[in-house]
């Protein structure tokens, strides 16, 4: 309790003002800040640079049309908190009053967030004013300023009565959830007066970081798991195995931590433990006794007081190994830490680590940090969980707003339903980490669910929902090791015991019995499932072995690690085997094993080795990993999964394990690719080596992805910055429309084409030239349509045009183009023109390889008879420069005949020309396009044949695109004719 006479005034003061609609933010704030022993926020300036601790701080966002908005948040500290006041600001009321309505750039008005701050308190009003607080601080901390990045703490305040805290330590800006917990996020005023909760909010606004749970627990558990494997390492020298070992120690650190969260007596499991010392020996019946009682429901004569019932699968075996003195003398160090603070996140990598004998050497290497796990987990599971909150949250204001709050409570109780029954599995799910972190991160999404129904009045329904909450019965896994299996199991009850005691305290356990024996860790192979495994034997009928694939030894000779050979495991064949079937889920994450093709055989043998291959249609030249991939993709676009993420081996992007990921994305019932980091740092939990892995998430469907590319990673693991692009996430994990992978529709097929290639400069002649040329068939008028092969005229020269031309000015040349006719009907009807290209063109025909251009000299080289045929019946025609700098379509009459120089699409509609003129297709050609030096070059059957023309645009916007586009095209044509020192 707080003794200064200030927290009492204080308190009082805002007791008696805050339920005025005239309340000042501001005063309360500087108020607030004096109370604390902090700065108080600093005049705001002209520069917002310069705007890092103020009130009523600008930001801006992106209205995507070239346009931008901004709004005010009433409190913000750089890399410390946005604080958004339910009442509103005074530049709220101001702006009300001069009826400045839209200021707010995020969908509420001035007077709208002044009006919010009226309702009554413990209405279903005043429920709905705080969630859309707290949604306008979420969408301010996404307009700040890139280089700001995303505030720890979101202060949600209802002036002279709570602040509501919420804190994401992620740096996503994904996961703000109550803080410290759901029982304590909510600081009420007369909260104010406790030591503990102002040293929680000086926290906030001067050292943010330090309030980061996993720190500190990081460091307890590693402790902790020092102190076991001291314990497994002298049990197991007296002849107990592995198994045995491992069973013991993790009956004995669930005892600890049940002793801590208060689920037995406090202190007396670690008494028990100390009466001891002088007799261990004793210890082992006493253990045993104390396991069967809690299993049981019982009294315990080892503690002296009768026990909860756990009736779980952890005390079915109550075997206790004997201890001697030193051993229990190291139990008791254990036991005097504090398991509930415990980092279950990290906890299972440790006392893995802890109780293998292989792995204990890598106690001291790191273990893969939160935050990474963090990473995978936001876009796989709580994106789409937390957008389904948005739109529930969202409908329930609005039913609020209509007087039907009873409504709006059964709509959240149906998502509480939904969210209550959501499963995610683990198919390699090891100790259980991304299990946990997927468990905490939905029980803090439950707790804001909750919170809003109580809010709401809906008490009974919050009292009642034991059988239809999220527990560990929700989080499934496969584990082929047995430990790791039992340890994940053990991990997912920890972490919701804590979770639990948190929100509800001591002197609320869970209902009874505490361990249910429920198994959602499968000890299996994820892989294949077979009838039988048999053991191999050699022509003596011994059993037949290979080297284990892990154990090294040095060579007496070279110094060097080599494969220890007397390391020996058996082989098996593998009868009948088949593809293994998964549980059932909603969401799929996790971090299968990291082998490489080139060593399956040497560390799976060649049995596994041929029976998954008879399985799959992986290819074997993929790494390993990507056969869970396969069967999670299948599972997202066959099974019901809503969405799958992986972290990967960044080998990923290779040929044979991009294969995989093309099969999914080319499917007609496609997946694509929502998330990816295609090179990312990692610590590999196996060993402690830093390895470079990528993080993919996909769903079914066809959308953009969030592409993330590391920028600098000088601070990992803790601290990493990434650079972030927005749009479709390729095979490669490259981010933009993979448009290489595009095929021709058939709406675009035969509309566009290259020109004509003439294979002979003799065929252009100047004005002069055509006017004698033409004699008295040739009309003086210009002919009207170029030669179609359909009811074509006598006239053979038309105008020309080839690049140069569209891009400065024409050169004024003619064309012959005797298409459709044959070498005697164009001597007969044409015979000056016939005579004109045997003279200039045929010479140099005869000299050609290709016999077609030999024997048909008097016509083109390449007639484009398709394009001819498309052009039937139009007036203009579209043409592009095949390589440009500067990427324009014009029209063209169709009395004019274009080179091969030139791309040309048959469509006279202006609504296509400005189509093809825009930004969007513009980025389509350059992405699908080729290039000449530092030119693009158009490719019809890549830029024009696949370019998805939007449909069912409405008639009157085509009409003001054709109108631009018509102006454009006349535009240009002027400004060259004008002008002829400039060009396109």
């Given at each position: 309790?707080?003794?200064?006479?200030?927290?009492?005034?204080?308190?009082?003061?805002?007791?008696?003002?805050?339920?005025?609609?005239?309340?000042?933010?501001?005063?309360?704030?500087?108020g607030?800040?004096?109370?604390?022993?902090?700065?108080?926020?600093?005049?705001?300036?002209?520069d917002d640079?310069?705007?890092?601790?103020?009130?009523?701080r600008?930001?801006?966002?992106?209205?995507?049309?070239?346009?931008?908005?901004?709004g005010?948040?009433?409190?913000?500290?750089?890399?410390?908190?946005?604080?958004?006041?339910?009442?509103?600001s005074?530049?709220?009321?101001?702006?009300?009053?001069?009826?400045?309505?839209?200021?707010?750039?995020?969908?509420?008005?001035?007077r709208?967030?002044?009006?919010?701050?009226?309702?009554?308190?413990?209405?279903?009003?005043?429920?709905?004013?705080?969630?859309?607080?707290?949604?306008?601080?979420?969408?301010?901390?996404?307009?700040?300023?890139?280089?700001?990045?995303?505030?720890?703490?979101?202060?949600?305040?209802?002036?002279?009565?709570?602040?509501?805290?919420?804190?994401?330590?992620?740096?996503?800006?994904?996961?703000?959830?109550?803080?410290?917990?759901?029982?304590?996020?909510?600081?009420?005023?007369?909260?104010?007066?406790?030591?503990?909760?102002?040293?929680?909010?000086?926290?906030?606004?001067?050292?943010?970081?330090?309030?980061?749970?996993?720190?500190?627990?990081?460091?307890?558990?590693?402790d902790?798991?020092?102190?076991?494997?001291?314990?497994?390492?002298?049990?197991?020298?007296?002849?107990?195995n592995?198994?045995?070992?491992?069973?013991?120690?993790?009956?004995?650190?669930?005892?600890?931590?049940?002793?801590?969260?208060?689920?037995?007596?406090?202190?007396?499991?670690?008494?028990?433990?100390?009466?001891q010392?002088?007799?261990?020996?004793?210890?082992?019946?006493?253990?045993?006794?104390?396991?069967?009682?809690m299993?049981?429901?019982?009294?315990?004569?080892?503690?002296?007081?009768?026990?909860?019932?756990?009736?779980?699968?952890?005390?079915?075996?109550?075997?206790?190994?004997?201890?001697?003195?030193?051993?229990?003398?190291?139990?008791?160090?254990?036991?005097?830490?504090?398991?509930?603070?415990?980092?279950?996140?990290?906890?299972?990598?440790?006392?893995?680590?802890?109780?293998?004998?292989?792995?204990?050497?890598?106690?001291?290497?790191?273990y893969?940090?939160?935050a990474?796990?963090?990473?995978?987990?936001?876009?796989?599971?709580?994106?789409?969980?937390?957008?389904?909150?948005?739109?529930?949250?969202?409908?329930?204001?609005?039913?609020?707003?209509?007087?039907?709050?009873?409504?709006?409570?059964?709509?959240?109780?149906?998502?509480?339903?939904?969210?209550?029954?959501?499963?995610?599995?683990?198919?390699?799910?090891?100790?259980?980490?991304?299990?946990?972190?997927?468990?905490?991160?939905?029980?803090?999404?439950?707790?804001?669910?909750l919170?809003?129904?109580?809010?709401?009045?809906?008490?009974?329904?919050?009292?009642?929902?034991?059988?239809?909450?999220?527990?560990?019965?929700?989080?499934?896994?496969?584990?082929?090791?047995?430990?790791?299996?039992?340890?994940a199991q053990?991990?997912?009850w920890?972490?919701?015991?804590?979770?639990?005691?948190?929100?509800?305290?001591?002197?609320?356990?869970?209902?009874?019995?505490?361990?249910?024996?429920?198994?959602?860790?499968?000890?299996?192979?994820?892989?294949?499932?077979?009838?039988?495994?048999?053991?191999?034997?050699?022509?003596?009928?011994?059993?037949?072995?290979?080297w284990?694939?892990?154990?090294?030894?040095?060579?007496?000779?070279?110094?060097?690690?080599?494969?220890?050979?007397?390391?020996?495991?058996?082989?098996?064949?593998?009868i009948?085997?088949?593809?293994?079937?998964?549980?059932?889920?909603?969401?799929?994450?996790?971090?299968?094993?990291?082998?490489?093709?080139k060593?399956?055989?040497?560390?799976?043998?060649?049995?596994?080795?041929?029976?998954?291959?008879?399985?799959?249609?992986?290819?074997?030249?993929?790494?390993?990993?990507?056969?869970?991939?396969d069967?999670?993709?299948?599972?997202?676009?066959?099974?019901?999964?809503r969405?799958?993420g992986?972290?990967?081996?960044?080998?990923?992007?290779?040929?044979?394990?991009?294969?995989?990921?093309?099969?999914?994305?080319?499917?007609?019932?496609?997946?694509?690719?929502?998330?990816?980091?295609?090179?990312?740092?990692?610590?590999?939990?196996?060993?402690?080596?830093?390895?470079?892995?990528a993080?993919?998430?996909?769903?079914?469907g066809?959308?953009?992805?969030?592409?993330?590319?590391?920028?600098?990673e000088?601070?990992?693991?803790?601290?990493?910055?990434?650079?972030?692009?927005?749009?479709?996430?390729?095979?490669?994990?490259?981010?933009?429309?993979h448009?290489?992978?595009?095929?021709?529709?058939?709406?675009?097929?035969?509309?566009?084409?290259?020109?004509?290639?003439?294979?002979?400069?003799?065929?252009?002649?100047?004005?002069?030239?055509?006017?004698?040329?033409?004699?008295?068939k040739?009309?003086?008028?210009?002919?009207?349509?170029?030669?179609?092969?359909?009811?074509?005229?006598?006239?053979?020269?038309?105008?020309?045009?080839?690049?140069?031309?569209?891009?400065?000015?024409?050169?004024?040349?003619?064309?012959?183009?005797?298409?459709?006719?044959?070498?005697?009907?164009?001597?007969?009807?044409?015979?000056?023109?016939?005579?004109?290209?045997?003279?200039?063109?045929?010479?140099?025909?005869?000299?050609?390889?290709?016999?077609?251009?030999?024997?048909?000299?008097?016509?083109?080289?390449?007639?484009?008879?398709?394009?001819?045929?498309?052009?039937?019946?139009?007036?203009?025609?579209?043409?592009?420069?095949?390589t440009?700098k500067?990427?324009?379509?014009?029209?063209?009459?169709?009395?004019?005949?274009?080179?091969?120089?030139?791309?040309?699409?048959?469509?006279?509609?202006?609504?296509?020309?400005?189509?093809?003129?825009?930004?969007?297709?513009?980025?389509?050609?350059?992405?699908t396009?080729?290039?000449?030096?530092?030119?693009?070059?158009?490719?019809?059957?890549?830029?024009?044949?696949?370019?998805?023309?939007?449909?069912?645009v409405?008639?009157?916007?085509?009409?003001?695109?054709?109108?631009?586009?018509?102006?454009?095209?006349?535009?240009?044509?002027?400004?060259?004719?004008?002008?002829?020192?400039?060009?396109?």
């Amino acid at each position: 309790m707080g003794e200064s006479p200030d927290i009492d005034a204080f308190i009082a003061h805002w007791r008696e003002t805050g339920g005025s609609e005239l309340a000042n933010t501001q005063s309360f704030i500087n108020g607030l800040c004096r109370l604390l022993g902090v700065e108080p926020a600093a005049g705001s300036r002209v520069d917002d640079a310069h705007n890092d601790y103020v009130f009523e701080r600008r930001v801006f966002q992106d209205n995507g049309d070239g346009t931008a908005s901004f709004g005010r948040i009433d409190c913000y500290k750089r890399d410390c908190f946005i604080l958004e006041a339910k009442q509103g600001s005074d530049a709220d009321r101001a702006a009300a009053e001069r009826g400045e309505d839209d200021l707010d750039l995020f969908g509420q008005s001035a007077r709208a967030r002044v009006k919010r701050g009226t309702a009554r308190r413990g209405t279903p009003g005043w429920a709905k004013a705080m969630v859309q607080a707290k949604g306008q601080a979420e969408r301010y901390a996404k307009a700040l300023p890139s280089d700001h990045g995303w505030p720890p703490f979101l202060l949600v305040a209802d002036i002279g009565y709570c602040i509501e805290v919420y804190a994401d330590f992620t740096g996503t800006g994904k996961a703000y959830a109550q803080f410290p917990d759901r029982a304590r996020y909510r600081i009420m005023l007369e909260d104010l007066q406790y030591n503990e909760v102002r040293d929680r909010l000086r926290a906030i606004w001067i050292d943010p970081k330090s309030l980061d749970p996993t720190a500190r627990a990081a460091s307890v558990t590693r402790d902790i798991a020092n102190l076991l494997a001291t314990v497994a390492r002298r049990i197991e020298k007296r002849g107990y195995n592995a198994e045995t070992t491992s069973g013991f120690l993790m009956r004995v650190l669930f005892t600890m931590f049940a002793e801590d969260s208060g689920l037995i007596s406090e202190g007396s499991f670690t008494g028990l433990l100390k009466n001891q010392r002088a007799h261990p020996e004793h210890l082992q019946q006493q253990l045993s006794a104390l396991w069967a009682a809690m299993d049981k429901g019982e009294f315990s004569p080892a503690l002296g007081v009768p026990l909860k019932k756990f009736n779980g699968y952890l005390f079915k075996d109550r075997a206790a190994i004997p201890l001697d003195a030193e051993e229990l003398e190291v139990l008791i160090q254990a036991g005097e830490h504090v398991w509930t603070e415990v980092e279950p996140a990290i906890f299972g990598t440790l006392l893995e680590r802890a109780l293998d004998p292989k792995e204990r050497a890598k106690l001291g290497a790191h273990y893969t940090p939160r935050a990474y796990v963090e990473r995978l987990i936001g876009p796989t599971i709580m994106e789409p969980l937390r957008a389904d909150w948005d739109g529930v949250r969202g409908a329930a204001t609005t039913l609020i707003d209509e007087g039907k709050a009873d409504e709006a409570r059964l709509h959240i109780e149906a998502f509480h339903r939904r969210l209550a029954q959501t499963k995610v599995l683990d198919p390699a799910c090891g100790t259980g980490n991304f299990l946990y972190v997927a468990m905490a991160r939905m029980k803090e999404l439950e707790g804001e669910v909750l919170d809003l129904l109580v809010e709401l009045g809906d008490d009974q329904y919050v009292a009642e929902i034991t059988g239809h909450t999220i527990t560990p019965e929700n989080f499934l896994g496969i584990e082929i090791n047995p430990r790791a299996a039992g340890i994940a199991q053990l991990v997912l009850w920890i972490g919701y015991l804590q979770w639990h005691f948190r929100v509800n305290g001591k002197d609320r356990p869970p209902p009874e019995p505490i361990l249910r024996d429920v198994r959602t860790i499968e000890n299996r192979d994820a892989l294949i499932d077979y009838d039988d495994k048999v053991l191999e034997r050699d022509g003596y009928g011994q059993p037949a072995t290979r080297w284990d694939g892990e154990a090294m030894k040095v060579h007496p000779v070279t110094g060097r690690k080599v494969p220890d050979e007397e390391a020996r495991i058996e082989v098996y064949r593998y009868i009948k085997p088949r593809a293994a079937k998964w549980p059932k889920a909603d969401f799929i994450v996790g971090n299968p094993p990291f082998i490489g093709a080139k060593y399956f055989r040497e560390r799976l043998g060649d049995g596994y080795v041929k029976a998954l291959f008879s399985t799959t249609d992986v290819p074997e030249s993929a790494d390993f990993v990507m056969h869970w991939w396969d069967k999670a993709a299948l599972a997202a676009r066959k099974g019901g999964a809503r969405r799958f993420g992986f972290v990967t081996t960044n080998s990923i992007t290779q040929m044979f394990s991009r294969r995989v990921i093309a099969k999914h994305l080319d499917a007609k019932d496609p997946l694509h690719l929502l998330f990816a980091i295609p090179d990312h740092p990692w610590v590999e939990e196996r060993g402690g080596a830093a390895v470079r892995i990528a993080m993919t998430v996909a769903s079914k469907g066809r959308a953009v992805g969030h592409h993330w590319s590391v920028a600098d990673e000088s601070g990992a693991p803790e601290h990493l910055t990434y650079t972030v692009k927005v749009g479709p996430i390729g095979r490669d994990l490259r981010v933009g429309d993979h448009v290489a992978e595009t095929v021709a529709l058939k709406s675009n097929s035969e509309l566009a084409s290259r020109g004509v290639q003439l294979m002979g400069d003799g065929f252009i002649v100047t004005r002069k030239q055509a006017a004698a040329l033409a004699q008295n068939k040739f009309l003086r008028a210009q002919p009207t349509h170029i030669r179609t092969g359909f009811e074509d005229g006598e006239a053979v020269i038309f105008e020309y045009r080839h690049g140069r031309d569209l891009t400065s000015r024409p050169r004024g040349v003619m064309v012959i183009d005797l298409f459709g006719l044959s070498e005697a009907e164009a001597r007969e009807r044409h015979p000056a023109v016939y005579q004109h290209l045997l003279a200039n063109v045929k010479p140099r025909r005869d000299q050609n390889n290709r016999p077609s251009y030999r024997h048909n000299w008097w016509v083109f080289g390449e007639q484009r008879p398709e394009i001819r045929k498309a052009l039937r019946g139009l007036k203009r025609y579209i043409a592009t420069v095949v390589t440009t700098k500067h990427r324009v379509f014009q029209f063209l009459p169709i009395s004019v005949l274009p080179d091969d120089a030139l791309i040309n699409i048959a469509l006279d509609e202006a609504y296509i020309l400005g189509v093809l003129s825009s930004r969007y297709h513009l980025v389509w050609a350059l992405e699908t396009g080729g290039s000449l030096e530092d030119r693009p070059r158009y490719n019809n059957s890549r830029c024009f044949d696949p370019f998805p023309f939007p449909s069912e645009v409405p008639e009157a916007l085509k009409d003001r695109i054709r109108a631009e586009a018509e102006a454009l095209d006349a535009l240009r044509k002027r400004v060259l004719a004008e002008h002829e020192e400039l060009g396109v």
